[in-house]
């Protein structure tokens, strides 16, 4: 199976409403869900287990702001490492004050030495950085506060 037909699933997923998919071949298994992506490769010998880089998770988590009752929440869509800029003399992607759209790169996030870029997702002016650059993220983190426009 090819990158571009597991990102052509993952659409399918996300315009469907499907929170799970899985597809097994004689010698290939792979398995999608929100959140996250497993494709393993089953033989005789141990499985190897792999995430594709450069493949986005399902979905970015956006969620409603305990704090501030208009604000999203941008939750980090891997573990890695944040940034909030492509390279240190470059300008920051995003700033408080910032206007975004959906396909606004907000930061970088690193992961196993890929640079993944990390889009809003959502129309709105950014009010809060959460997450220092160069400073380690976990899955499912918030790294920026969002008003919605």
Do not use: H, W
């Amino acid at each position: 199976m090819e990158l571009k037909d597991i990102k052509a699933i993952i659409d399918l997923m996300k315009k469907n409403s499907i929170s799970e998919f899985e597809l097994e071949r004689q010698d290939f298994k792979i398995r999608l869900k929100r959140g996250g992506i497993t494709v393993s490769q089953v033989d005789d010998g141990p499985s190897t287990l792999m995430v594709p880089a450069g493949v986005p998770s399902p979905t970015i988590a956006i969620a409603t702001a305990s704090s501030t009752a208009n604000d999203l929440e941008i939750k980090s869509p891997m573990i890695g490492t944040f940034y909030r800029a492509p390279s240190p003399e470059s300008a920051n992607y995003a700033e408080v004050g910032s206007e975004v759209n959906p396909d606004s790169v907000v930061c970088i996030i690193e992961a196993m030495k890929v640079m993944n870029e990390i889009k809003a997702e959502v129309r709105g002016v950014i009010t809060e950085i959460l997450i220092d650059n160069a400073k380690p993220v976990e899955f499912g983190q918030p790294i920026f506060k969002v008003r919605p426009i």
